[in-house]
């Protein structure tokens, strides 16, 4: 039974290009949550989702992010037209249902923008 | 002022030294978290807790939710337990983690 996979580990993008972060959540887990932490500060809470539904973005920036988690496959964090400030570790953790329950991390994925 | 503090920031301990790490928060909360991040690595849950005490090996984690506040106890330190060591809590209303900063651990042999 893996544990919550995120790809890639890292990725490194231009300026103006998109980045696209994938999250498997644990099997039998049906919800996903989505941390940023920048460098030399602690995590924040961007979005929550459950298949197929947003149920929580108050911390997602307005523009250029979008998260989805549909019916088959990972959940994708989308940044578009990303900036330097973009470039952070972004985690994934996933729970079976959620308040009652704990999560389990994802390893990461590093973003760098050059 | 953050809604999760940790103290200390940073801390240096001897191999075999008991250590404590603080947490303080001001929001009402269904659970609080502790949780270990290595250096360049991912995030490891270590305990959830919503009253009283608990014991993983070396880890012990109390709250008091009375006075808001969480200890999480290493014994017999290990330069392996060398890590950034971070108290969350999730609110009563939204499913989400309010993170503290972290409390930078190292342990020398």
């Known amino acids: 039974n893996a544990g919550v996979m995120q790809n890639p580990r890292h990725l490194v993008r231009r300026r103006g290009q998109e980045a696209r972060l994938r999250c498997s959540p644990m099997k039998g887990h049906s919800h996903v949550y989505w941390y940023r932490q920048l460098p030399e500060e602690g995590l924040k809470f961007m979005v929550y989702?459950?298949?197929?539904?947003?149920?929580?973005e108050s911390g997602m920036p307005k523009e250029r992010f979008s998260a989805e988690f549909p019916k088959e496959g990972p959940s994708i964090l989308r940044i578009q037209q990303v900036v330097r400030g973009d470039s952070a570790a972004y985690f994934c953790?996933?729970?079976?249902?959620?308040?009652?329950?704990?999560?389990?991390f994802g390893s990461g994925t590093r973003l760098t923008v050059v | 002022k953050n809604e999760v503090e940790q103290s200390p920031q940073n801390l240096t301990a001897q191999e075999g030294e008991f250590i404590t790490i603080n947490c303080s928060y001001s929001v009402g909360i269904s659970a609080l978290h502790w949780l270990q991040q290595h250096p360049g690595g991912g995030i490891v849950s270590l305990f959830m807790?919503?009253?009283g005490k608990k014991k993983h090996g070396r880890l012990i984690a109390t709250i008091n939710i009375q006075e808001k506040h969480s200890s999480l106890h290493i014994t017999a330190s290990h330069p392996r337990d060398s890590a950034v060591y971070i108290c969350?809590?999730?609110?009563?209303?939204?499913?989400?983690?309010?993170f503290g900063t972290g409390t930078r651990l190292q342990v020398f042999p």
């Open positions: 989702l459950q298949k197929e539904n947003i149920i929580d």
């Open positions: 807790l919503s009253s």
């Open positions: 969350a809590v999730r609110g009563r209303s939204a499913d989400k983690l309010i």
């Open positions: 953790a996933s729970s079976a249902y959620g308040q009652d329950y704990g999560y389990t």
